[in-house]
């Protein structure tokens, strides 16, 4: 029995570092990635609102293909620290990182390949939908409890998917749609359709047209789920009422037992006198 034990233990998949070891580099991965996204949202941010052809700009192209270094980096060494019997579930779970990381736009440059100006644009944003994936995996790995780590990084999700969506919608509407005048107007605009309440504004281009489908079909997919936030909270909050509740009878009932026994036992003293 203790010779098959040993079998065991010695075909069981072990990785060569330690947790504490593996927790630190991933803790250190996490904290570079968050920095480059919240750096390439500045960088396009910056571009949009200046109306710089990003193309041009070689400063913003070295910093992307940098980042999408790091970001295809800490896939292969997430992959890598992940046990060797799991490897496979990570990968399926987590293939889209690694597509949406590839350095579309260095490639594009580089071999001089003719896309239309709406495709290209949509494609300098796939390393910042990466950087936004990354912030909602690392804010519900940073969450106190499951629940809270789904809804905030959800919450995220949406709260950067509109800000993303109105830097679209402004440089593409902007030449075009009288009615966008600032990208204040845009995000506004973003902010009515992913609450589905809609908006009196139209959008002229194909970009925009799509961001209006995408934004409401995010916010059918959304916002139940603060629905179900705010159920489990009152849940639980109504959970923790009953056990204090039930707290409270129990010393009820053991301070009503007490007495009783005390004045019980008064009666069984003063029997032999009235005797």
């Keep these: ?44 941010s910056y571009d949009t609102f200046n109306n710089i052809p ?68 949509f494609a300098r944003f796939l390393p910042l939908a990466r950087g936004a994936l990354a912030l909602a995996i690392v804010l519900n790995y940073i969450a106190s409890n499951r629940i809270t780590g789904i809804f905030v990084s959800y919450l995220s999700i949406m709260l950067l998917t509109v800000y993303f969506a109105g830097l679209i919608f402004y440089e593409r509407e902007q030449p075009v749609n009288p009615g966008v005048t600032s990208y204040w107007d845009a995000f506004w605009w973003c902010s009515l359709e992913a609450t589905t309440l809609g908006s009196s504004l139209n959008p002229v281009t194909l970009a925009g047209k799509l961001l209006a489908v995408v934004l409401s079909l995010m916010g059918i997919v959304m916002f139940p789920l603060f629905t179900v936030y705010l159920s489990s909270l009152i849940l639980k909050s109504r959970s923790v009422l009953n056990m204090l509740n039930i707290d409270r009878h129990n010393v009820k009932t053991d301070a009503s ?13 003063e029997t032999p006198e009235n005797a």
């Design 54 to 121: 990003f193309l041009d700009n070689n400063v913003y192209m070295t910093f992307q293909l940098f980042v999408c270094v790091v970001f295809i980096a800490d896939f292969f060494v997430e992959l890598w620290l992940t046990p060797k019997g799991s490897r496979g579930s990570y990968f399926r779970s987590r293939w889209f990182f690694l597509l949406m990381s590839i350095p579309f736009l260095n490639i594009i440059d580089a071999y001089q390949i003719q896309l239309t100006p709406d495709a290209l644009y």
């Design 257 to 269: 037992s007490a007495t009783a026994d005390t004045s019980g036992g008064k009666k069984v003293g």
């Design 1 to 44: 029995m203790k010779d098959m034990e040993k079998t065991t233990l010695r075909r069981a998949p072990r990785h060569r570092l330690s947790p504490h070891a593996r927790k630190i580099i991933l803790d250190v991965f996490h904290a570079v990635i968050l920095i480059l996204s919240v750096a390439l949202i500045a960088f396009i």
